[in-house]
């Protein structure tokens, strides 16, 4: 059964830094790109960050380039997102996803999403 268990998630004040794990099981992490997406209050998903299967290979929302560094290590099966200089309105819940496909049996048009960790920037 595939899981995505996102963590590290808090509250932290503008400017501070945060580091957000995913653990990945029940699929060949290594073989697929990963992404970071969040949700804020009362809005639709936003696609944060990209990371190729090999991870030599990032994308980032402009809202957030130059601020987050996603990376991976497909020998502990793990997604991360290093976010510095954090603003209010990074505020959300934060999701590691995989890409469309099939996934135990299912498929996810959407990719397969962890439950999220909240992430709160306030003074």
């Known amino acids: 059964e595939v899981q995505l268990v996102e963590s590290g998630g808090g509250l932290v004040q503008p400017g501070g830094s945060l580091r957000l794990s995913c653990a990945a099981s029940?699929?060949?992490?290594?073989?697929?790109?990963m992404r970071w997406v969040r949700q804020a209050p009362g809005k639709g998903p936003e696609w944060v960050s990209r990371?190729?299967?090999?991870?030599?290979?990032?994308y980032y929302a402009d809202s957030v380039k130059g601020r987050f560094t996603i990376s991976r290590d497909n020998a502990k099966n793990t997604l991360y997102l290093q976010m510095n200089s954090l603003k209010p309105e990074d505020t959300a819940v934060y999701y590691c996803?995989?890409?469309?496909?099939?996934?135990?049996?299912?498929?996810?048009?959407?990719?397969?999403w962890g439950q999220g960790t909240q992430v709160t920037v306030s003074s």
């Open positions: 990371i190729n299967s090999g991870g030599d290979s990032t």
């Open positions: 029940g699929f060949t992490f290594g073989n697929y790109d």
């Open positions: 996803a995989t890409p469309q496909g099939y996934y135990s049996g299912s498929y996810y048009p959407k990719g397969y």
